[in-house]
């Protein structure tokens, strides 16, 4: 049962543009939802994280948002750099930041100069 | 070391046979934790140690898969009997209790 649903798969934007990036969960226990940004070869890192209380976090050029309602949470990567092309995982957890997190399938991310 | 410090980072092996996997925490972390992510796919939980007990086994995907971590700091993912199925990148991750995920380069797993 896949509990974090992403899309889409991938994209392709020019530099300057904005980057969105769709997750829907079903766990209504979910109460940390982070975002991670992976390079080819190297683990995930964690980018920005939100928990449900707040409706929108920004961390310079990247926002999340999250509708509680819908059950749905988004990354928008403003001003899109070629150094952003990687993957990108939505996750979900309950309790504590620290507890076993459920990931989306990622998006694969390819920023043109 | 700086970060959490796996090995091998990579590994071939043939169908059959046991394959152990080490991850080394960042200092300090109480945490750890395995994941395996396989091909074009987002990590999978498989298991959570607190300390030197497994708090969490939900994810360990048969019997064939076991983990410990008999000082609470370094641990080991045996694997018996390997199946082609399971080839994938093992990744360790450690945290300060209920802090932050910081995840190794992992360990790529390739059964023949």
């Known amino acids: ?113 | 070391g700086a970060g959490v410090s796996q090995t091998p980072s990579n590994k071939v092996t043939e169908k059959g046979k046991y394959v152990e996997l080490r991850c080394d925490p960042i200092s300090g972390h109480t945490a750890l934790y395995w994941y395996r992510q396989s091909l074009g796919q987002g990590p999978e939980f498989l298991i959570y140690f607190q300390g030197t007990g497994a708090a969490d086994d939900s994810g360990l995907p048969n019997d064939r898969f076991f983990a410990v971590r008999p000082e609470g700091s370094v641990s080991t993912l045996k694997i018996q009997r390997t199946e082609r199925g399971d080839s994938a990148v093992y990744l360790c991750a450690s945290s300060r209790s209920g802090g932050e995920l910081f995840f190794g380069e992992g360990s790529r797993l390739t059964v023949l």
């Open chain 1, 1 to 113: 049962q896949q509990q974090v649903k992403q899309s889409p798969q991938s994209l392709i934007v020019q530099k300057g543009g904005i980057s969105i990036i769709n997750c829907a969960y079903e766990n209504t226990a979910f109460d940390y939802f982070p975002w991670y940004q992976q390079f080819p070869g190297k683990g995930p890192a964690l980018l920005i994280a939100i928990r449900p209380d707040v409706s929108e976090k920004k961390e310079g050029r990247f926002t999340i948002s999250f509708n509680k309602s819908a059950k749905q949470f988004s990354l928008h990567i403003m001003d899109s750099q070629p150094g952003d092309s990687a993957t990108y995982f939505c996750a979900a957890s309950t309790g504590a930041a620290g507890n076993k997190l459920t990931f989306g399938g990622g998006t694969r991310v390819l920023v043109k100069p």
